[in-house]
């Protein structure tokens, strides 16, 4: 009796144990009828998918790091499932993308605190996203292209709205710090993996990308290049962590970054991508130019200790011959090559993009202002990488041809909008950490510049996850330091 009064008060005597109890009957329905309707695995990723859409609810970084390490990382994203829409499919990362940025919205009606953040890249970045969907709309009912290519091409400048998820979920200067950290994570275990797949050669693939052997001028080696989706975030921890061992007072040997470097290093020259490795240059040169003089002696000091020990290592690889010596050679000749004058500018790779450029050129010259549409042809199918006509490896071209002058303009705004509010901001950042990302993100972002004339890395849908994600970051760094400065002032 005493048991079924406690009964009795727990189930009309609170008005949240009745609303814990419908949910758990909601929920037990719910379950049901997914057992019943769906086979073991697809229950089990129908679940996991409930699961990772309160954990993004609560913390918003879990969803954009899954997305990140979905698609600019190790992980084969075209064996996932896709989810069928009727007129096309979502990828998982799509639904996760749009579940964030119904967060925001969602926030803003409910939330009277919520601050939507104000940002110089909001314009800019709606109106190419815009532009982008005129260029669509153009491709599909004006030129007739194929409705999948299109939405796909589509979809992938969809995620240059991750700059909004950030600044606007993300503006917690603990939770950026940890945000940043994990990225550094994925880029060493993508490194990682790539110095494994070296170690074991082409016959098993480990990660999606490119992997095969390597040309140079004409010449095979006999060792593996590794181009996988992961590179481009190689390539900015990279520079980031360079920034990390500048600006944090640790000496060369105590700091993480200076293994971390190695690590990344590594996985830098595995690419044999020669555009990684003058933008990484040019970079550095303009690191050298920005940091203050104290900083700029350790730079240098700690640059030629590094150079010191890669000598070291590259003798005792050359004694050891073998695959270790192989790498060596293979590097150097590669890295020789940039500056191998007209024999580079005849090697097959920049001839055939000389004719890309050429067909791209007589379309852009008819449709200067808009473009021929995403993912139009613009180059008969029979040459250069079959049935991707649409493909082009010069970025600014790219997007001439796709969107006209009008979205390339846009295009460079938002650029320069983000590369100049890291300038203006950097020497600003009271926290080394803070100023060390903000300063590689810009860096990096440099180089990229560069990088896409010959790499098209502004339509590339990994490497626009790497730009929308180090320009929310920049822009989040500089709202942090403004509201320290705020609250110190008071």
Request: net charge positive; hydrophobic share 55%.
């Amino acid at each position: 009796m005493k048991n079924l009064n406690k009964v009795k008060e727990y189930l009309f005597g609170n008005q949240t144990n009745i609303l814990h109890l419908l949910v758990l009957a909601l929920l037990s329905i719910f379950a049901g009828n997914l057992i019943l309707s769906y086979d073991l695995i697809e229950v089990i990723i129908i679940l996991a998918g409930l699961c990772l859409a309160i954990v993004t609810f609560l913390k918003p970084q879990i969803g954009l790091l899954t997305i990140i390490a979905i698609i600019s990382s190790i992980i084969f994203e075209e064996a996932l499932p896709l989810i069928p829409i009727g007129i096309g499919s979502f990828h998982i990362t799509d639904i996760i993308l749009l579940f964030l940025l119904c967060m925001i919205l969602f926030k803003l009606i409910t939330d009277k605190n919520f601050p939507l953040v104000k940002t110089s890249i909001d314009l800019p970045l709606s109106l190419f996203y815009f532009t982008a969907m005129l260029s669509a709309f153009i491709s599909i009912f004006y030129y007739k292209t194929d409705f999948n290519i299109v939405m796909r091409l589509f979809r992938h400048l969809t995620y240059y709205l991750i700059y909004f998820v950030i600044t606007n979920l993300i503006q917690d200067k603990k939770e950026v710090k940890i945000f940043i950290k994990l990225l550094f994570t994925i880029a060493i275990i993508v490194a990682i993996v790539m110095i494994i797949q070296a170690l074991v050669g082409e016959t098993v693939q480990l990660m999606p990308g490119r992997v095969e052997a390597l040309r140079t001028l004409e010449k095979e080696y006999s060792v593996t290049r590794i181009l996988p989706p992961g590179q481009d975030w190689i390539y900015a921890s990279f520079i980031t962590a360079i920034c990390m061992v500048i600006f944090t007072n640790k000496s060369l040997i105590e700091s993480i970054y200076f293994y971390i470097l190695i690590i990344l290093g590594i996985g830098l020259l595995l690419t044999y991508n020669r555009n990684y490795w003058a933008a990484i240059l040019i970079s550095l040169g303009t690191f050298t130019i920005l940091i203050p003089k104290r900083n700029k002696k350790r730079f240098l000091s700690s640059f030629l200790l590094i150079v010191i020990l890669a000598l070291i290592v590259t003798s005792v690889f050359f004694v050891f011959g073998g695959k270790p010596k192989e790498f060596i050679v293979s590097v150097s000749d590669r890295a020789v090559s940039l500056f191998a004058g007209k024999k580079i500018f005849k090697s097959s790779s920049l001839e055939w993009r000389k004719i890309e450029n050429e067909y791209a050129m007589q379309h852009i010259s008819k449709n200067p202002f808009f473009g021929i549409g995403l993912g139009n042809n613009y180059r008969p199918e029979n040459i250069w990488q079959d049935g991707t006509a649409f493909y082009i490896h010069n970025g600014y071209l790219w997007i001439m041809l796709n969107m006209g002058l009008t979205g390339l303009l846009i295009y460079l705004w938002l650029y320069f909008c983000f590369l100049i509010d890291a300038f203006k901001y950097w020497k600003k950042i009271k926290d080394d950490f803070l100023k060390s990302a903000i300063i590689g993100f810009m860096l990096s972002g440099i180089g990229i510049l560069f990088t896409s004339f010959v790499n098209p890395m502004f339509m590339k849908w990994y490497s626009i996850v790497v730009i929308a994600t180090m320009m929310g970051l920049s822009e989040a760094i500089i709202k942090i330091n403004k509201k320290e400065i705020v609250a110190l002032n008071e």
